[in-house]
């Protein structure tokens, strides 16, 4: 009977489990097993995005030097050439200077006609006083004539008397015409400052001249010789020959305020058709600037002696004046004298004092 029993409950028991099973959810048939973290790939993901990637090389290119075709380029300054850098860093050659014919014996000196070369070849001519009576190499004052109407001008004219002087004083002179004078070819544009460079080729040829001394060399500029001379003054240190500069009654060192003073109160021609090329001093005032020796006076390394008359009515007295404080504020060598009453050319005993004055300067300096 105990043994009936016990089958009995195995039996229920056995129905309870099975009931149990069909009654549960279905379970998966393996329960996967926890991912195990894998090792990130080497290879580069693809980028989802459309663009491009970003590489070394940018999609514009960089500035450079050199402008792209598609932009602008610059020009140089129509002047660039002439600016006072420019011409301390070219090259100077005048050749051989010739003498072409005795035109004066003076007793104390003998005069020649001379010629010699500038800029690639241009002929420019000129009169030269070599002392008598003692031995070369004689010292040089380059005489520089100021603006006279070509249609009149001879050789000599605004510089005879002082060749003279200096000759007898023992100084070889020489006076030269500058180009388009004399019936020589060229051109004295832009701003007369061709004019310059025929007197740097001039010093550069003095060494053909056995009777002149190279390393001893003074300058004489007059009004527009002056103006000449200015370029000689800021060159100066390019030049060790050259000693020092006498100005009497010059032009303004500034080129701008030189041609606004040939419109308005000579009403030249000139200045209007150098403008039509190069700009005025309203449209080109970096032009002017670069070619004025006004503002690079801190290059003058030879004393500078300055005559003017202050009743002068062809070049304001103000200039020369303002000149003068400008050198002595940069602790230049420079004496100024103002002649009360004498007018743009001194006479009489103004011009004899100019005379002893410059006399004396140069002896100092050059002889």
């Keep these: 009977?105990?043994?009936?029993?016990?089958?009995?409950?195995?039996?229920?028991?056995?129905?309870?489990?099975?009931?149990?099973?069909?009654?549960?959810?279905?379970?998966?048939?393996?329960?996967?097993a926890v991912p195990t973290p894998s090792p990130e790939p080497?290879?580069?993901?693809?980028?989802?995005?459309?663009?491009?990637?970003?590489?070394?090389?940018?999609?514009?290119?960089?500035?450079t030097l050199t402008p792209s075709p598609a932009?602008?380029?610059?020009?140089?300054?129509?002047?660039?050439?002439?600016?006072?850098?420019?011409?301390?860093?070219?090259?100077?050659?005048?050749?051989?200077?010739?003498k072409e014919a005795v035109t004066l014996y003076a007793g104390a000196y003998t005069q020649y006609a001379i010629?010699?070369?500038?800029?690639?070849?241009?002929?420019?001519?000129?009169?030269?006083?070599?002392?008598?009576?003692?031995e070369p190499p004689f010292p040089v004052i380059l005489l520089l004539h100021g603006g006279i109407d070509q249609s009149v001008y001879e050789p000599g004219d605004g510089t005879r008397a002082f060749a003279d002087f200096f000759a007898r004083q023992g100084?070889?002179?020489?006076?030269?015409?500058?180009?388009?004078?004399?019936?020589?070819?060229?051109?004295?544009?832009?701003?007369?400052?061709?004019?310059?460079?025929?007197?740097?080729?001039?010093m550069a040829a003095l060494p053909t001249l056995p009777e002149a001394d190279a390393g001893r060399v003074g300058v004489l500029g007059h009004s527009r010789g002056g103006g000449v001379a200015s370029y000689l003054t800021v060159l100066s240190p390019e030049w060790p020959g050259l000693r020092a500069v006498v100005l009497y009654a010059s032009l303004s060192?500034?080129?701008?305020?030189?041609?606004?003073?040939?419109?308005?109160?000579?009403?030249?021609?000139?200045?209007l058709d150098d403008a039509a090329i190069y700009g005025s001093p309203a449209t080109n005032p970096e032009g002017y600037a670069l070619v004025s020796p006004i503002h690079y006076l801190d290059r003058v390394s030879v004393p500078v002696q300055i005559h003017h008359g202050?009743?002068?009515r062809v070049v304001p007295v103000e200039w020369s004046a303002d000149l003068y404080a400008r050198l002595l504020e940069l602790g230049k060598t420079v004496e100024y004298y103002e002649v009360p009453g004498a007018e743009h050319e001194f006479?009489?005993?103004?011009?004899?004092?100019?005379?002893?004055?410059?006399?004396?300067?140069?002896?100092?300096?050059?002889?």
């Design 1 to 32: 009977m105990q043994a009936e029993r016990t089958t009995a409950k195995r039996l229920i028991a056995a129905l309870l489990a099975l009931w149990l099973v069909a009654c549960a959810p279905a379970l998966p048939a393996s329960t996967p």
């Design 42 to 63: 080497t290879a580069t993901p693809t980028p989802t995005h459309t663009a491009p990637p970003p590489t070394l090389t940018p999609t514009a290119a960089p500035p």
């Design 71 to 98: 932009g602008p380029t610059p020009t140089p300054n129509p002047l660039a050439d002439y600016s006072i850098e420019a011409l301390a860093a070219r090259a100077y050659d005048g050749g051989e200077i010739v």
């Design 115 to 134: 010629a010699y070369e500038t800029d690639g070849g241009l002929r420019v001519t000129g009169l030269m006083n070599v002392p008598e009576g003692a």
């Design 171 to 202: 100084y070889l002179t020489i006076a030269p015409d500058y180009r388009t004078y004399n019936n020589t070819g060229g051109s004295s544009s832009p701003l007369k400052i061709p004019w310059s460079v025929d007197v740097l080729n001039l």
């Design 253 to 271: 060192f500034d080129q701008a305020v030189n041609w606004e003073r040939y419109v308005e109160f000579f009403g030249a021609q000139w200045p």
């Design 310 to 312: 202050d009743a002068d």
């Design 347 to 367: 006479t009489g005993e103004d011009f004899d004092l100019l005379l002893e004055r410059s006399l004396a300067f140069f002896e100092r300096y050059v002889r």
